[in-house]
């Protein structure tokens, strides 16, 4: 990767904006953690975001900075970043985040992220800076992890309909409100463990730009590491409400066991991605698993009009955020 002039002033800016960015993630995401064990009452809003913003600081511990690494150097040509490109994709990240968060639309943080870097990258030096093979990784995981967290979501849920066929309601709500404590705060590890990563890769990839990283350095500073999972930890402690609402009713009613069932589908899937070191959207992978409880019971009980909605948000979340970072990346070139 190219050093580029940069001076300590715009760098401390862009790692201001990149840690924004991160806290907005944990902002935007909080619904995928917290959504299910709020609408079927097991936790209050205030002690979900309290826990899920804990595990989401203590994922720092359990997963090695994989995806990061495909942030970093799998997306876009490392020759071509600098300090513009960084910041146009990070304002067309943060750009889409604001209007989906405003309109209590689930969609991917990860994924506005990754169209903002593809957005400034051809703007700055054409589709030839794109790095083929993992965006067509990130692109197929986008049906995939939907998928994964649909299938893993009802079959948990028929597994569990056939272990208490012969319990009573009652019995089974009282197990499971436990039980969804576990799956709840493992969806949040999943969530941190993916999603801070993102934020890393961005860092990481500006300070090798700039010179202060070697880019033979196996793994980012330890500070970059640290305020990142902070920034996502206390992004997802304040909690975006708008999006609550949508993820936890207006798809599908969730009883305890629902929540689960698709809290634990959609954390295997993370915990699987992250190992590969895959960028995926906690978002789509959450909503798949709702849907996937919602259908295991009837397929009536899901809301398909509100999920469609859902879907062509995930759909124009990459075009639109590079859309932006392009023009972002245009204005950088003036004001920077």
Same mark, same amino acid.
């Given at each position: 990767?190219?050093?580029?002039?940069?001076?300590?002033?715009?760098?401390?800016?862009?790692?201001?904006?990149?840690?924004?960015?991160?806290?907005?993630?944990?902002?935007?995401?909080?619904?995928?953690?917290?959504?299910?064990?709020?609408?079927?009452?097991?936790?209050?809003?205030?002690?979900?975001?309290?826990?899920?913003?804990?595990?989401?600081?203590?994922?720092?511990?359990?997963?090695?900075?994989?995806?990061?690494?495909?942030?970093?150097?799998?997306?876009?040509? !490392?020759?071509? *970043? %600098?300090?513009?490109?960084?910041?146009?994709? +990070? $304002?067309? =990240?943060?750009?889409?985040? #604001?209007?989906?968060?405003?309109?209590?639309?689930?969609?991917?943080?990860?994924?506005?992220?990754?169209?903002?870097?593809?957005?400034?990258?051809?703007?700055?030096?054409?589709?030839?800076?794109?790095?083929?093979?993992?965006?067509?990784?990130?692109?197929?995981?986008?049906?995939?992890?939907?998928?994964?967290?649909?299938?893993?979501?009802?079959?948990?849920?028929?597994?569990?309909?056939?272990?208490?066929?012969?319990?009573? !309601?009652?019995? *089974? %709500?009282?197990?499971?409100?436990?039980?969804? +404590? $576990?799956? =709840?705060?493992?969806?949040? #590890?999943?969530?941190?463990?993916?999603?801070?990563?993102?934020?890393?890769?961005?860092?990481?990839?500006?300070?090798?730009?700039?010179?202060?990283?070697?880019?033979?350095?196996?793994?980012?500073?330890?500070?970059?590491?640290?305020?990142?999972?902070?920034?996502?930890?206390?992004?997802?402690?304040?909690?975006?409400?708008?999006?609550?609402?949508?993820?936890?009713?207006?798809?599908?009613?969730?009883?305890?066991?629902?929540?689960?069932?698709?809290?634990?589908?959609?954390?295997?899937?993370?915990?699987?991605?992250?190992?590969?070191?895959?960028?995926?959207?906690?978002?789509?992978?959450?909503?798949?698993?709702?849907?996937?409880?919602?259908?295991?019971?009837?397929?009536?009980?899901?809301?398909?009009?509100?999920?469609?909605?859902?879907?062509?948000?995930?759909?124009?979340?990459?075009?639109?955020?590079?859309?932006?970072?392009?023009?972002?990346?245009?204005?950088?070139?003036?004001?920077?």
């Amino acid at each position: 990767m190219q050093t580029v002039h940069m001076s300590l002033y715009v760098i401390a800016l862009l790692v201001i904006l990149a840690l924004l960015f991160d806290f907005m993630n944990g902002f935007h995401d909080a619904a995928n953690a917290i959504a299910t064990v709020v609408s079927t009452g097991v936790l209050k809003p205030q002690q979900a975001v309290a826990m899920a913003a804990f595990f989401n600081v203590i994922a720092v511990l359990f997963f090695q900075l994989k995806v990061a690494a495909t942030i970093g150097k799998g997306t876009i040509d !490392p020759s071509v *970043v %600098d300090h513009y490109v960084i910041f146009g994709a +990070l $304002v067309g =990240a943060i750009f889409w985040n #604001l209007v989906t968060w405003y309109f209590g639309i689930p969609s991917s943080s990860s994924h506005a992220l990754i169209g903002g870097l593809v957005g400034a990258a051809v703007a700055k030096a054409g589709t030839g800076a794109l790095v083929s093979k993992g965006l067509w990784t990130t692109i197929t995981f986008i049906v995939l992890s939907p998928l994964l967290g649909f299938v893993l979501g009802s079959v948990m849920m028929l597994i569990v309909s056939w272990l208490f066929v012969k319990s009573t !309601p009652l019995k *089974v %709500d009282k197990w499971f409100r436990r039980l969804q +404590l $576990v799956s =709840a705060s493992m969806f949040s #590890l999943g969530h941190g463990g993916n999603d801070a990563q993102k934020t890393i890769g961005i860092i990481w990839m500006l300070l090798v730009s700039a010179g202060y990283v070697s880019n033979s350095d196996a793994l980012p500073p330890m500070w970059v590491v640290i305020s990142c999972y902070a920034s996502i930890g206390l992004g997802t402690l304040f909690g975006g409400w708008r999006i609550v609402k949508t993820m936890g009713q207006k798809i599908t009613k969730l009883k305890p066991v629902g929540g689960f069932c698709a809290e634990t589908g959609g954390a295997i899937t993370l915990f699987v991605a992250s190992h590969f070191g895959i960028p995926v959207s906690t978002t789509h992978t959450i909503t798949g698993a709702i849907v996937g409880v919602g259908s295991a019971q009837k397929m009536s009980a899901v809301r398909w009009g509100v999920a469609g909605n859902i879907v062509w948000a995930w759909i124009l979340t990459i075009p639109a955020s590079a859309f932006v970072a392009a023009i972002a990346w245009w204005i950088g070139r003036h004001i920077l």
